[in-house]
């Protein structure tokens, strides 16, 4: 089991930018897939963005893809989220999560993740 500790978060204007932080603890990390997910008032949690365990194949929400980027450092155990142009719609509590296998098909699925952090709060105002 992976342990996942999110950060980063807090409240920016439109158009402003934040780059949220994922620690982990466990053996398995720098071998799994992760993903960022996100959850808005009312909303059921949706897929963000998502990463290979080696970094080299990154996956997007049309809806974020152009302005986040998503990246790790294996070394340190962090997955991170760099987040521009954000929008009032980007609010949100934000979580990472470990992927139960690799998969390039069903890399959006919350199914596909097994260890969730306890999530950051995004809120992006007009």
């Known amino acids: 089991q992976v342990q996942l500790v999110e950060s980063g978060g807090g409240l920016v204007q439109a158009g402003g930018s934040l780059r949220l932080s994922c620690a982990a603890s466990?053996?398995?990390?720098?071998?799994?897939?992760m993903g960022w997910f996100r959850q808005a008032p009312g909303k059921e949690r949706e897929f963000v963005a998502a990463?290979?365990?080696?970094?080299?194949?990154?996956y997007y929400a049309d809806s974020v893809k152009g302005r986040f980027t998503i990246s790790r450092d294996n070394d340190k155990n962090m997955v991170f989220l760099q987040m521009n142009i954000l929008k009032p719609q980007d609010t949100a509590v934000y979580y990472c999560?470990?992927?139960?296998?690799?998969?390039?098909?069903?890399?959006?699925?919350?199914?596909?993740?097994?260890?969730w952090g306890q999530g950051t709060r995004v809120t992006v105002s007009s």
């Open positions: 999560a470990v992927a139960k296998y690799y998969s390039e098909t069903y890399y959006y699925l919350l199914s596909m993740y097994r260890d």
């Open positions: 466990g053996r398995t990390f720098s071998s799994s897939s």
């Open positions: 990463i290979s365990w080696s970094g080299d194949r990154t």
